[in-house]
């Protein structure tokens, strides 16, 4: 929704150009959240609502019309939670021993997950290529991004170019000739 006023005399912001540093900036892959959509294998129904979640920030960014980048899931994700944590703050609706020692797992929200994920895939990515340039690995996501019926195409400001497709990128990414780099010098990402 729209950000609401401060009081009298003041107006209420809309809901876009909410995203902000790091995010904003234009050497950043900037990653919206989705609830995930599952399908059962067994009975072909989905589960999961596959829509973007309430909670991510809405693009575009001032001078940059194309953020977010991409999409990922970031509602509702299992995580797992440290075995050495003494913290209550999050009670593990499942659990795995191993090795003598118990290790849970959590339903946890935000593009704190949706953004590892696109991480894990850019690793996978460098790990197909490792000659892959920064600006080579962001296009590869964004291009073998894909949309779906929850995905608003004419309205890139919340999914970006879409939701991400690992197995796509990494596919792409094999058949990119990249460049050797001995040194990283890239004036746009100085904030």
Known sequence: GAFASAGTGWTAGDKEYG???????PCAISVAAHYARQKDNTTGQFSGSGTIANFTSWGPVIGNPDKPDVSAPGGDVMAALSS??????????????????????????????SSPFVAGVVALMLEANPYLTPDQVKSILKETAFLDEFTEATSPVRYGAGKVDAYQAVMRALNYTGVERHSVSDSRCRV
């Open 84 to 113: 050495y944590t003494s913290s209550t703050e999050h009670t593990p609706s499942n659990t795995l021993n191993f090795n003598g020692r118990t290790y849970g797992f959590c339903r946890l929200s935000g593009t704190s997950m």
């Open 19 to 25: 995203i902000g540093a790091p995010a904003n900036v």
